[in-house]
């Protein structure tokens, strides 16, 4: 019995992966490049990103490291031209970002608040937006939007993070239309 998971051919494909200095995000970016792909690492997180990046390069792969706050509009399409210049075209989002910060309702603070919603949700309409921009240019493409059970079922303590999820559930929908 094979018990190796199946590997894809993402040879000649680029993906951009979103938060992918660590835990999900490099996860995908360390099996997508294994893959085949090309892959861009986007991330606030310079030192684990590069090194990532370093990592990937190491061993042959094709990875780029990009600072990329995905909640700044100017930083996510500086990071969109600098993987298009890399690589010529974008064949596949991972869009993976995220932050959390529990509080109660009543406890929540609007910093908190405003930061949760603009990583989680701006930032993935905002990184969804300009690379789809590209895939439309190439021809083709494929996103996949990172959500969570608490988009679609209240938790106590993170009404921002279940509010952000759950937006994220209804863009992907209104994308796919």
């Known amino acids: 019995m094979n018990n190796n998971p199946v590997q894809f051919n993402l040879h000649g494909r ?52 990009q600072h990329c706050n995905v909640a700044n509009k100017s930083e996510v399409d500086a990071a969109t031209a600098t993987t298009v210049q890399a690589f010529g075209h974008i064949d596949g989002l991972v869009n993976n970002a995220g932050i959390f910060k529990a509080a109660e309702f009543l406890d929540i603070t609007e910093a908190d608040w405003d930061a949760v919603i603009n990583v989680n949700l701006k930032g993935s309409f905002l990184v969804a937006q300009a690379v789809a921009r590209e895939m439309v240019k190439h021809g083709s493409g494929a996103i996949v939007n990172m959500s969570s059970v608490n988009g679609v079922m209240a938790i106590p303590s993170i009404a921002s993070y279940n509010v952000s999820k759950g937006g994220i559930n209804q863009l992907t929908r209104v994308m796919a239309l």
Do not use: H, M, N
């Not at 938060?19 to 490049?33: D, E, V, W």
């Not at 892959?39 to 090194?51: F, S």
């Open 14 to 65: 680029v993906v951009v992966i979103t938060g992918a200095a660590q835990g999900i995000g490099a996860a995908c970016a360390q099996r997508l490049s294994q893959d085949g792909a090309a892959v861009a690492l986007w991330d606030v997180d310079d030192t684990r990103g590069q090194a990532l990046a370093k990592s990937l390069t190491d061993q042959g792969r094709r990875a780029i490291y």
